[in-house]
């Protein structure tokens, strides 16, 4: 049972647009919601993250939008640029429950076109 | 550079071998995490410690694979009789494991190709 599902699977940008990824996730018990951005060859690193009692986040030109209502999250990118093309997790966690081990979504490739 | 840091980068085996990977966390991080990334899927918990104990083992991590992290600072993650199906990156992450929200920081991975 894939407890946090991601879309699209892939994506390609021109230049300075927005490229939107979705996520949903099914465990309400989830506190934590962390997006990781990795480059071919690396580990992932962690992008930017959002509680439940927020509905927006903004780090830069990355911005996390919530509804906790529907069980949704996405991220944006705001002025996107070639150097931002990489694969984008979304995930879940308890992040202060004893098991706090991190549910990633499967990743979304992004290709910004210069 | 205090991040997280693993060796080998790189592994190729022939099916059959045991191998072992090293994971040296950020200083001061008591909870460390074992994932596994298959290629084009996102990574899998496989198993975690606080400080020297191991508290969670993944269904993932079967009979052939052991983890210890006998002093509470660096830990290793051994394959008995590796099978082609091991082939991925195995990724190990470290967090404070107190206070707040835990936010787990990834090191670079070992890639682990078995033949």
């Known amino acids: 049972q894939q407890q946090v599902k991601q879309s699209p699977q892939s994506l390609i940008v021109q230049k300075g647009g927005i490229p939107i990824i979705n996520c949903a996730y099914e465990n309400t018990a989830f506190d934590y919601f962390p997006w990781y951005q990795q480059f071919p060859g690396k580990g992932p690193a962690l992008l930017i993250a959002?509680?439940?009692?927020?509905s927006e986040k903004k780090e830069g030109r990355f911005t996390i939008s919530f509804n906790k209502s529907a069980k949704q999250f996405s991220l944006h990118i705001m002025d996107s640029q070639p150097g931002d093309s990489a694969t984008y997790f979304c995930a879940a966690s308890r992040s202060m429950n004893r098991d706090d081990k991190i549910i990633f979504g499967k990743g979304t490739r992004l290709h910004i076109l210069p | 550079d205090t991040g997280v840091s693993q060796n080998p980068r790189h592994k190729i085996t022939k099916r059959g071998q045991n191998v072992t990977f090293r994971c040296d966390p950020i200083?001061?991080?008591?909870?460390l995490y074992w994932y596994r990334q298959t290629l084009g899927q996102g990574p899998e918990f496989l198993t975690y410690f606080q400080n020297e104990a191991q508290l969670e083992k993944s269904r993932l991590l079967s009979d052939r694979f052991s983890a210890e992290r006998p002093k509470g600072s660096f830990s290793t993650l051994e394959i008995q009789r590796t099978e082609q199906g091991d082939s991925a990156m195995y990724l190990c992450a470290s967090s404070p494991g107190q206070g707040g929200i835990r936010t787990q920081y990834f090191g670079p991975g070992t890639r682990l190709l078995v033949l």
């Open positions: 200083s001061e991080h008591n909870r």
């Open positions: 959002i509680r439940p009692d927020v």
